[in-house]
Structure formats: C-alpha cells, structure tokens
C-alpha cells in the first residue's frame, strides 16, 4: 500500500524546482539571448546547478518507496523528456536536450522497477553507503575516468568514441546535450535515495519530515513535473516578447 506523502519531501522539491526555475531563466538570458554574464558557466554556478539537479534525483529515489508503479512512473517521466527532445530540437535546436534530468529520472525509476527486490537483499545502510561510494568513484566517468582527488584511472577512449553509450556517461566527442545526466553517476544517487526511502517511508526520520511547514512549497513539490514542463516555455516567451 502506498504510504502518506512526507511534507519535508514535498516542500524541499518545491523550493528545489524554484530555484531551478530561476537557473533557466539566467540562462535563457545568458546563452539564448547573449546577455554577457561570464560568471554564469563558471565551476560554482555549475555546481549549484548539480546541486539543484541532484536534489531532485535524490529525492526522487526516497519517494519510489512510495510510488504504487514506479513502471508507470518511470515510463511517464521518461517520455516527458523525450518530449522535451523534440520540442528542443523543433523550437532550438542549439539548445537540444538529448539526455537531461528527466531522460535520466525516468531511466533510473524503470531500473528501479526491474531490479528493487535484488536491491532489497540489502541492509539499507549498507547499500546506501555502497551507492554513496560508486557516486563518488564514478562522478568523472562522464569526463573520462574513474577514481578520487587523489588518483583516476582513465577508460579506454573507444567506449566514448561508441556514439551510443551516451547515457551511460561515455559522451563522444561530438555530442551535445544542453542539459546532461547520465545514469553513471546519478543512477548512483537515486540509489542512495531508495536505500534512505526505507526508513523514511516507514516513518522511522526526525518528526520534522512528517509535519507540513510550507503550503505553498509543498504544493510546487506535488507538481514539479508539470512546473518542469511548462516553465522554460513560458520563461523563453516572456524573454522573447521582452526581447522585440
């Protein structure tokens, strides 16, 4: 049976997703309409930006606890961002989103459906540090190797140069997604997050989780989905009305 929402959840995505919201609309600015803005692609604005994104792959492996079908729910989730591949790649097509965080949320609920009850052989806290780990090792697979600050190991360049093990996190070198989240590492985090949903979803967190503390956030963290969905559209029109 599907368990109560969680306030906290629901009110920490909400305030996730309007930050998020305000990301897109400094970088509308920035690389669609040329507003000059260098500080906006350096390290720590990218950061904030994976934080943000990894907020929500996070929680989004506590709340498939909770999920009646997480089939169903990685199947839709999935499908909005090939949507957002198509509208990209129709409205601009510089900007194409070939493997974003939806592609990835979606991807990592379907495996979550197919292999949740070998995961459940674990101890919780055991596989969260487990995933913990394989987050850390492979967060620069995307980049090129495997490994800590204080050593890599670099992979064969024939698995980037492949062309279709890019959502994986093996990029070739001429592929381009504006927005990219690859399984390795984040299918990681959305471990980490399903391994935590245990105890959360049975009630065993602080009490602070289990108490509404914002309306209005929690309601933006009911629908991010359609906040995610709709939001870049209307921002891009507003700054294009602005812009003529």
């Known amino acids: 049976m599907q368990q109560s929402r969680i306030p906290l959840i629901d009110e920490i995505r909400g305030g ?31 950061f904030l930006r994976d934080v943000m994104a990894g907020s929500f792959i996070l929680i989004s492996g506590c709340t498939c606890r909770l999920s009646r079908s997480n089939l169903r729910r990685g199947t839709m989730t999935f499908g909005c961002g090939l949507l957002m591949t198509a509208v990209t790649a129709l409205v601009i097509p510089d900007q194409l989103i070939v493997f974003g965080v939806l592609h990835c949320l979606g991807a990592c609920m379907l495996l979550f459906a197919l292999c949740g009850r070998w995961l459940d052989r674990l101890c919780p806290t055991a596989g969260a540090i487990l995933a913990g780990i394989l987050f850390y090792l492979t967060f620069s697979v995307p980049r ?82 359609w906040v995610y969905l709709l939001h870049q559209p209307l921002i891009y029109g507003l700054l294009l009305l602005l812009a003529q």
């Open 16 to 46: 996730a997703i309007l930050l998020m919201v305000i990301y897109h609309a400094g970088y509308d600015l920035v690389a669609i309409f040329g507003v000059p803005c260098p500080l906006f692609f350096s390290p720590g604005v990218n």
């Open 144 to 225: 090129g190797y495997v490994g800590g600050i204080a050593y890599y190991i670099a992979l064969p360049r024939a698995l980037y140069e492949a062309r279709f093990l890019f959502p994986l996190g093996m990029p070739s070198s001429t592929f381009f997604s504006s927005d990219y989240y690859p399984l390795i590492p984040w299918f990681f985090l959305f471990l980490i997050g399903a391994f935590l949903g245990v105890p959360l979803a049975a009630r065993r967190f602080p009490a602070v989780f289990y108490r509404p503390h914002c309306r209005l956030l929690a309601f933006v963290g009911r629908h991010t989905l």
